[in-house]
């Protein structure tokens, strides 16, 4: 199988904190991982691709400075929320795919950040 | 224009019956593939289904299949005899390119499933 893990499941902070999440490919290597944010009753909006060894693709109207991304490994990204806000809060959910064509995409758990 | 398209933002569905959940699709790509996730409160995304451009044949994997018809542009997901667990969300999502194997999933907005006793 293809396991990807994500951590932590759920995070409480006070606003002003920054949070670091991560997303690791546990039995296979992943040149490439995908950060996706959800609102409640909303779907999965593409936030940016992680590429190994390169920095981040972010999607239009995503901070880059809000929303750091480091794809260090082959089996590890991490999303660090900078100064998170209340409006920052929000599901996020991880990734991660195999190098070549035609590989299916396996998702984590996702994060459960709220932001108080 | 929207990539993913789910007209149904909630469905009923009796325990025991079949259930058609909708997808169209809008791409100018030739290779692609086209997927189906369950979500369900719990918030984890659990793949379904797999359909790419060049399959003649509609997938199907246990309860579920895939009616994919090229020529209008659709992917609908059957869910044949619903049973409790199945209540949640679902999302059809595409991924163009897939030669290339570069490109993120778009996702429709989600179909509300809620299976009645």
């Known amino acids: 199988g293809a396991v990807v893990s994500q951590h932590p499941s759920w995070v409480i902070c006070k606003s002003g904190t920054s949070v670091k999440i991560e997303c690791r490919s546990l039995?296979?290597?992943?040149?490439?991982m995908f950060w996706y944010r959800q609102f409640p009753k909303q779907s999965l909006m593409l936030m940016a691709t992680s590429n190994e060894g390169s920095k981040a693709t972010y999607e239009q109207g995503v901070e880059k400075d809000k929303f750091l991304i480091n794809h260090a490994s082959l089996t590890l990204s991490t999303l660090t929320v900078t100064s998170a806000h209340p409006e920052d809060s929000s599901f996020y959910i991880c990734s991660a795919r195999k190098s070549g064509a035609y590989q299916p995409q396996h998702f984590g758990d996702g994060t459960r950040l709220s932001i108080l | 224009a929207q990539k993913i398209t789910q007209t149904q933002p909630g469905m009923f569905v009796q325990e025991k019956e079949a259930v058609t959940l909708d997808c169209t699709y809008d791409?100018?790509?030739?290779?692609?593939?086209l997927f189906w996730y369950k979500q369900p409160s719990s918030g984890e995304m659990i793949f379904l289904i797999y359909?790419?451009?060049?399959?003649?044949q509609n997938a199907t994997e246990g309860r579920y299949s895939l009616n994919f018809q090229k020529a209008r542009k659709s992917a609908n997901l059957v869910i044949s005899a619903s049973q409790l667990g199945d209540s949640a969300m679902y999302f059809c999502a595409m991924r163009e390119a897939m030669d290339t194997g570069r490109r993120a999933l778009t996702f429709g907005s989600g179909t509300r499933l809620q299976v009645q006793p």
């Open positions: 791409t100018s790509d030739q290779s692609y593939g």
């Open positions: 359909q790419g451009s060049y399959d003649e």
């Open positions: 039995d296979f290597q992943a040149t490439t």
